[in-house]
Each structure stands twice: as structure tokens, then as C-alpha cells.
């Protein structure tokens, strides 16, 4: 192993699941040795996503214990581990989205990394990429949203939200969103959303149905989960789509198909890994949402960039909807 790599690092892994008490803060985990078809990265910076959550508290089952959280990181190639390294060399700027990412240093695989573009400031690679390109998959495949479309995004001033704001502005659609605070109502209107609704008092379906003549909105982006499912099946058009991608309030208990009978609703659980797959589909995504980041100026929000020794602080606030926009951890804190 290089010389300059040490043999363990700082890094959070958890034992058991449960609530943020499980997540361990330890500062003597060997580093990993990449293998082939790997390499091995400095994170600099590490992005907190939703499903490090749900691997934390269960809901997603780890694949073994102790188990590593994380899935998106931006740092430095320091090793090659040899194999296909998709023309990757020491000294590399990249981001990552693998298993592993809340440490010092991550072994991933190689075919999952992207360079950063010149051009793109710290941070930004880690506080854009999972949260972006979900919104972006989201918006092409799961629903390929046209221009005029009347949109309904939920937690809009999330990170996913936020994203999915900004994307629909510059698709043309006319989205609603909604948002559990007034001031969250003004980032999501300030991303794009042409209407915000704060659901913590108003009533978001009279509010669809009042913009949209009756009609209902012909996708809904529902990130929310549980808590917002129903609400989402009622404000669906006609041959609508409800993307129901993500589990911020609970899971969605099974529902009846027949349910989708009466507007002819499509109704669709994507996740972006799967629009992910190939490199030719990751290369390609990524590089469309960085040249928005650096060619268009997207505005890439981040909430606050917590030492890793404080991750249970980023993940208490993340699930108490405390935040807006994207949350790091700064693994060298
Ligand atoms: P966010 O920054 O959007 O945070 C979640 C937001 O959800 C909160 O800020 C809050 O906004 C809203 N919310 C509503 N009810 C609850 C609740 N009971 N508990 C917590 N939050 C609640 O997070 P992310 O952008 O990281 O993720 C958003 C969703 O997208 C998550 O469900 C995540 O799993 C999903 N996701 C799915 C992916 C996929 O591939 N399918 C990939 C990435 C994310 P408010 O206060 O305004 O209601």
C-alpha cells in the first residue's frame, strides 16, 4: 500500500440496527485494500442520503454486521487496486456511490467512479450526485416530464426536492410543491416550484385541483412515502404517474391495484440504482448533471457539513425534517 496511506482510519459502522445510539464512531478501522476492479479513495467529503437511515434503523437490511454506512463520497484516488480502472490513475478527483463511505478512505469499485470536472468547486461533486441524479431519473424515465406538465413534488425544499424543483424549471413544467415550514415554502419557490404548499396547514389536493381546472396533476413525485401516499393517489390526473420513490416518513404498506383503476394511474417504485447500471448510463447522467451544476449554474444547496464525529447530529436532523438541501461529513473532523 502507498506509504502515505495509513493502515487504520475514522469511520462509522454500526453493530445493530436501531436509532442514531447505534451509529459507532471509531477511529481504528483498518484501511481497506482495494482489489482488483477497485480503487481506493480519500474521501474528502462524504454525502448523507436518506437510505444510510433506513440502513441505520433496519429498514433496509445491511448485508452483514459490523457494517460500514454510506453511499456517496467525493475525494481522492490514492491506490489502484488493479483490473479495469476505467481509466482512473492516482491523484484523481472522484466522486464515488458504493458501500463504505462514512470513512476515511473508501475501496470502490472502479466502474462506480467518476471523475469531477475542472471547473466544479469542493464539496459540490459529493453534495450534487445521488440527490441530482436520482432527480433527474426521476424526471426522464420514471415519468419523462414535457414541457406544460402539471407537476406535484413533495418535500420540495429536501434535497431530492430541490433538485427536482430546479430540473422541472428548466424543463417548463409547472410544478407544485409542498414543504413543512414557510421557510422551506420560499427555497422550494426560489428552486423553480411555480406554487408551494405548506401541508403542515394547507389543503394540498382543493390546492391541485384549484391550479389544475379539476385535473389533477399528471406526475407526482413522491419521496415522502407513507405519510403522503393517499394525498398522492388523490391528486393524480387521469392517466397519470405516481413515482413513489423514497421512505422519508415510513414505508408505503401494500396497496390494492385496484385502487389505480379508477383515474388509470400508473404507479411505479424506481430506484436510482437501476437507471444506473451500465457505465454508459452512469457516465452519461453524471455528466449531464455536472455540466448543469457548472455550465448552468445550478444551485447546489448545502444544509450544513458535519464532522463525521457528529454524524447522529446530520442524521437527527435529517429525520426530524430539520434541513434543507444536501448534508456532508467532513471525515478529516
Ligand atoms: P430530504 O432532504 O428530502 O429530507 C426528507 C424530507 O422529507 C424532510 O426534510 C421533510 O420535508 C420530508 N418529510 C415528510 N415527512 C417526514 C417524516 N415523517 N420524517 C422525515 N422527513 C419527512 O431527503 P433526501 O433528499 O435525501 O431524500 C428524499 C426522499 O427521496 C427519501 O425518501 C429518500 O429515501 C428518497 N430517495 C430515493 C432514491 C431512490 O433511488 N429511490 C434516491 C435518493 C433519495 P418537509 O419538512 O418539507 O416535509
Request: hydrophobic share 40%; net charge neutral; proline share 4%.
Amino acid at each position: 500500500m502507498t506509504s502515505s496511506v495509513p493502515s487504520t482510519m475514522k469511520g462509522v459502522m454500526i453493530n445493530k440496527t436501531g436509532g442514531t445510539e447505534v451509529l459507532e464512531y471509531k477511529t481504528d478501522i483498518p484501511v481497506p485494500t482495494p482489489i482488483d476492479g477497485q480503487i481506493l479513495v480519500k474521501n474528502d467529503y462524504i454525502g448523507v442520503n436518506f437510505i444510510d437511515t433506513y440502513f441505520r434503523s433496519g429498514l433496509y437490511p445491511a448485508p452483514q454486521m459490523p457494517y460500514i454506512l454510506g453511499r456517496e463520497a467525493e475525494g481522492t484516488v490514492v491506490k489502484l487496486g488493479g483490473g479495469d480502472s476505467y481509466g482512473l490513475k492516482e491523484g484523481d478527483k472522484v466522486v464515488v456511490m458504493c458501500e463504505g463511505t462514512y470513512a476515511e478512505y473508501t475501496s470502490a469499485p472502479a466502474a462506480r467512479a467518476v471523475k469531477v470536472p475542472a471547473g466544479m468547486d469542493s464539496k459540490i461533486g459529493a453534495a450534487a450526485w445521488l440527490q441530482g441524479l436520482t432527480a433527474l431519473t426521476m424526471v426522464r424515465e420514471a415519468h419523462a416530464v414535457k414541457k406544460g406538465d402539471w407537476v406535484l413534488v413533495h418535500a420540495a425544499a429536501g434535497g431530492t426536492g430541490l433538485w427536482l424543483c430546479q430540473l422541472l424549471r428548466a424543463i417548463g413544467a409547472n410544478t407544485i410543491g409542498t414543504a413543512s415550514t414557510d421557510e422551506k415554502v420560499e427555497l422550494a419557490k426560489k428552486a423553480g416550484a411555480t406554487h408551494v404548499v405548506n401541508y403542515s396547514h394547507e389543503d394540498v389536493k382543493a390546492k391541485v385541483m384549484e391550479l389544475t381546472g379539476g385535473q389533477g396533476c399528471i406526475a407526482i413525485f413522491d419521496g415522502v412515502g407513507k405519510s403522503t401516499f393517499d394525498l398522492s393517489l388523490d391528486c393524480v390526473a387521469r392517466k397519470g404517474s405516481l413515482i413513489s420513490f423514497g421512505n422519508a416518513s415510513g414505508a408505503v404498506p401494500p396497496v390494492t391495484i385496484a385502487r389505480l383503476s379508477a383515474k388509470n394511474v400508473r404507479l411505479m417504485r424506481p430506484t436510482l440504482f437501476n437507471y444506473i447500471v451500465t457505465r454508459e448510463e452512469l457516465e452519461g447522467y453524471t455528466n449531464e448533471l455536472f455540466g448543469l451544476v457548472v455550465k448552468d449554474k445550478f444551485d447546489v444547496r448545502i444544509h450544513e457539513t458535519y464532522p463525521l464525529s457528529e454524524v447522529a447530529r446530520a442524521h437527527e436532523y435529517l429525520e426530524g425534517r430539520k434541513t434543507t438541501g444536501k448534508l456532508l461529513l467532513d471525515p478529516s473532523k
